[in-house]
Antibody, heavy 120, light 107 residues
Framework: QVQLQQWGAGLLKPSETLSLTCAVY????????WSWIRQSPGKGLEWIGE???????DYNPALQSRVSMSVDTSKNQVSLRLTSVTASDTAVYYC??????????????WGQGTLVTVSS | DIQMTQSPSSLSASEGDRVTITCRAS??????LNWYQQKPGQAPKLLIY???TLESGVPSRFSGSGSVTDFTLTISSLQREDFATYFC?????????FGRGTKLEIK
C-alpha cells in the first residue's frame, strides 16, 4: 500500500520561499507523475503542477513564474518550492500520485496535507 | 482553464436517502472526470475515476455517470459515514481543475 508522508515549514513571512517535501513509501517514484495540490477556503482545490522521476514538470500557468518541483530518486522523495509567497498562498498543501490509464489520469493516493500560513 | 461547476453546493439528507450531485464542465472533457470524498481534517480520497469506474474498496452504493460536459455522482442509500464533502475534477487538460465541492450534511 502506497503512503505519502509530507513535511515542511508551516509559517512563512511574505516574500519568503515555501519548501515542502513528500516521501513515498511502498512504491518507487519511478514510472509516475507526482502532483502538488493546494486547498484554501477562497480558491478551493488548486492544482499546482506535477513532476516525473526524470524531472520533467508541468506547472499551473497561474503559478509558473514562482513554482518549481524536483525529485530525489535516491530518497524516493518529491519536493515543491514556491517563491515570493503572499497571504494568498496560505493553504493546505497536498502531494498526490498521478495514476494514468491510457489518456486518463487521477490523483491517488494523497499525502496527509501540510498547512502553510503566510503572515507577517 | 476548464471551469468545473458543481451543484448543489450543500445538501441535507437522511440515512437511506438517494442523492445525486452534478458536475458540469465548461467544455468537452470526454470521460476525463474524477470524484473525490473529503472528510474534515483529512485529504481527499478517490471514489470514482474516468467518470464511472469505482475505485477498489469503495462501496457499490456510489456510482458515477456522464460524459462530454455533464456528470453525476449518485449515492444510492446514504450511510452515516458518507456525510462529507464531494469534489469533481477534470483531467482532460492542464491545468487540472476541481469543482468547489458539495457538502453533504445530515438532515
Amino acid at each position: 500500500q502506497v503512503q505519502l508522508q509530507q513535511w515542511g515549514a508551516g509559517l512563512l513571512k511574505p516574500s519568503e520561499t515555501l519548501s515542502l517535501t513528500c516521501a513515498v513509501y511502498g512504491d518507487s517514484i519511478s514510472g509516475y507523475y507526482w502532483s502538488w495540490i493546494r486547498q484554501s477556503p477562497g480558491k478551493g482545490l488548486e492544482w499546482i503542477g506535477e513532476v516525473n522521476h526524470g524531472g520533467s514538470a508541468d506547472y499551473n500557468p497561474a503559478l509558473q513564474s514562482r513554482v518549481s518541483m524536483s525529485v530525489d530518486t535516491s530518497k524516493n522523495q518529491v519536493s515543491l518550492r514556491l517563491t515570493s509567497v503572499t497571504a494568498s498562498d496560505t493553504a493546505v498543501y497536498y502531494c498526490a500520485r498521478v495514476q494514468v490509464l491510457e489518456l486518463f489520469g487521477w490523483f491517488d493516493p494523497w499525502g496527509q496535507g501540510t498547512l502553510v500560513t503566510v503572515s507577517s | 482553464d476548464i471551469q468545473m461547476t458543481q451543484s448543489p453546493s450543500s445538501l441535507s439528507a437522511s440515512e437511506g436517502d438517494r442523492v445525486t450531485i452534478t458536475c458540469r464542465a465548461s467544455q468537452n472533457i470526454g470521460s476525463s472526470l474524477n470524484w473525490y470524498q473529503q472528510k474534515p481534517g483529512q485529504a481527499p480520497k478517490l471514489l470514482i475515476y474516468v467518470a464511472s469506474t469505482l475505485e477498489s474498496g469503495v462501496p457499490s452504493r456510489f456510482s458515477g455517470s456522464g460524459s462530454v460536459t455533464d456528470f453525476t455522482l449518485t449515492i444510492s442509500s446514504l450511510q452515516r459515514e458518507d456525510f462529507a464533502t464531494y469534489f469533481c475534477q477534470q483531467s482532460a487538460r492542464t491545468p487540472h481543475t476541481f469543482g468547489r465541492g458539495t457538502k453533504l450534511e445530515i438532515k
